[in-house]
């Protein structure tokens, strides 16, 4: 089967002012036709107890079964790729625009899924890198921390059937101690078909599948590729330290705890985050990739029971009609995604019988993502990714990256403004 089309062709980076603008929806409004034609089934995210739904459409090769499917196909085999079929043009650029309208009359529901903690996790990471690195990635900072998203629009807004795959990992449904699973992405397409794969998660093989790929861009000096990838792996770095993304009971709903996810990920950071600790040291070289991003999976994957515990604990110390927060006609208060607002008290005493839990679990996921950029540099052969930006451009920023070194020293970052959830 030839090789799917790489997520960088089909949502390519835009250049430094458009980065500091819009991000990608201005390439969405004047990209081409043939990458807006896999855009065609635009619809406004469900509420987060929907969005780990395994999916269900059917591995296609090529564009068989097109009049009957949508325009894009888990391709077999392909954790980082995309397989494009193509409808007619017209039609394909009237879908096209309904998409646009919608992004731009609700972009908070586009942009909110979890941003407080990836924005966070990827700017922090910008700022742990050594000074050799740091330069190039803090030059374009602003588009990879809110690039740091794009992955969940992807697979929310535009429904793409590959992208849900990448951002969790069913441990326990593999069935299989960690360390009797496929190390690596080659190993897992032998022992496991793709449905298996769609179904049960591709988390560990997604990651390293995309350090291959920045890891090429920077051999390359593909400015783009680079900060694409950068920003793509932050993102599952964060899902692989968020423990229930490791877990068959990812929202509770094996242990009556539905509406855990968001509590733990959204609210908790949203209402707490302030006083975070992201200063985690600088990057180091992993001199093996794939036996730390197993380490980290195990790592995340312990605290899962943990969490759950906890909660489980105080359910049965606090009468749930003390849990939630009502609105004015005494309905619990829920937001834009349906998720429930817990009380202000009960958050608070979750929050603190996880001993910062929440915290570290943060810091880890900056920790894995700036040494996981370094050692792509470093194996790239270290080469000079400041001669891919001008002097101007290296030059005007240094006195605001002076500024967040000095925050960082405090454990602080800027106020990133991101649209709360909470």
Known sequence: MPLARPLHEKFPPLSDAHRRGFGSLVFL??????????????????????????QEAPVQDGCAGLAAAPAVFPCKGCFTDFNLCTMPSLFAFLRWLLLTWLLLAAPSLVFAWGAWSHQRINRAAVLALPPALRTFFYNHADYITEEAVMPDVRKHAFHDKDEAARHFINLEAYNLPISQLPQTAADARTRFDAATL???GTLPWSIQEGLAHLTQAM???????????????????GDAQMPLHTSLNHDGQLTGQAGIHAFFEGQLPERFGS???????????????????????????????????????????V?????????????????????EFHAPAYAARYHQALGRLVERRLRAAVRSTADFW????????????????SDYTTHSIQRNLKYELGLLKRGRLVDLKTNPEF
């Open 29 to 54: 409004l004047e990209g081409k036709l043939d990458d807006l034609r896999a855009l065609l089934a635009p619809a406004l995210p469900a509420s987060r107890s929907d969005r780990r739904t395994a």
């Open 374 to 389: 370094y050692t792509a540099w470093v194996n790239a052969g270290q080469p000079d990714l400041n001669r891919l930006d």
């Open 219 to 237: 051999k390359s000096g593909r400015k783009d590729e680079i900060l694409f990838w950068a920003a793509n792996l932050g993102h599952y770095f």
């Open 275 to 317: 006083a975070y600790d992201f200063n985690v040291g600088e990057a180091a070289y992993l001199p093996d990739p794939v036996a730390e991003t197993w380490r980290l999976l195990a790592a995340s994957h312990a605290s899962a029971d943990t969490l759950l515990a906890v909660e489980r604990q105080l359910q049965a110390a």
């Open 198 to 200: 769609v179904q049960n």
């Open 319 to 339: 009468p749930l009609a003390d849990r939630y927060e009502q609105d004015a006609r005494g309905a619990v208060r829920k937001n834009q995604f349906g998720d």
